[in-house]
């Protein structure tokens, strides 16, 4: 799976929007980006994918470049609860008989400021 | 909807000790089933995968094994524990859209 970076910490202020930016320019053809996010303490949660096309549900939105080489997940209205390690995670189509990994890395530390 | 469960929450446990760490879906049938385990300020490590019952994966060597009895069910055990084990044990499942969500976790704790 490619490699991702991430900046290793962001702020923003509560009701802004929180743009967190990851690169991943050895990405290839098949592989999606994926987001996790992790709340202090908790297991992670699934927050959104995409292969090309920007995506967007009911907790965010992502933006692809369209070289695919970095994205931004976009939380449009931050809340004090957002705040936790966000991971961007570049990852292989898997074939349903075998498992496949989820490689986190180090990740976005976003804390939300009231 | 789905939901996967794990218990217990927290665990303290002394050096020699055995391990049983419990994962059980709800609400879908033949998931992929994962255990990872996150050490303090780091990031996850896959230990084991499941494709379905019976069939277990192991990612790296290590002190720990892994069972999956039943469909939904997914066991992390240990004969003996040394202190390396203590960490955030996270379950987690996946279906066809390979899609990963994650138990709550079992902070193990081993002195």
């Known amino acids: 799976d490619a490699k991702t970076t991430q900046p290793p910490s962001m702020d923003c202020a509560e009701g802004r929007a929180a743009n967190l930016p990851c690169n991943h320019s050895t990405i290839s053809g098949n592989e999606y980006v994926y987001w996790y996010r992790q709340i202090h303490s908790q297991g992670p949660q699934y927050i959104i994918h995409?292969?090309?096309n920007n995506e967007t549900n009911e907790m965010a939105s992502l933006i692809i470049t369209e070289d695919r080489k970095s994205s931004t997940l976009i939380l449009p209205h931050a809340t004090l609860r957002d705040t936790a390690v966000y991971y961007c995670?570049?990852?292989?189509?898997?074939?349903?008989?075998?498992?496949?990994?989820?490689?986190f890395g180090e990740g976005t530390q976003l804390t939300v400021n009231p | 909807s789905q939901t996967i469960h794990q218990w217990p929450a927290t665990l303290v446990q002394p050096v020699g000790s055995p391990l049983s760490l419990e994962c059980t879906v709800e609400g879908t049938s033949n998931p992929n089933l994962y255990w990872y385990r996150q050490a303090a300020g780091r990031g996850l490590q896959l230990l084991f995968y499941s494709v379905g019952i019976g069939q277990i994966s192991s990612e790296v060597p290590q002190n720990l094994s892994a069972s999956r009895p039943q469909d939904r069910q997914f066991i992390l055990s240990s004969k003996k524990l040394l202190l390396s084990d203590s960490g955030f044990y996270l379950c987690a499942w996946s279906d066809r859209t390979d899609t990963q969500y994650f138990g709550p976790g079992t902070r193990l704790t081993v002195l």
């Open positions: 995670i570049v990852r292989d189509v898997v074939r349903e008989t075998s498992g496949s990994r989820l490689t």
């Open positions: 995409g292969l090309k």
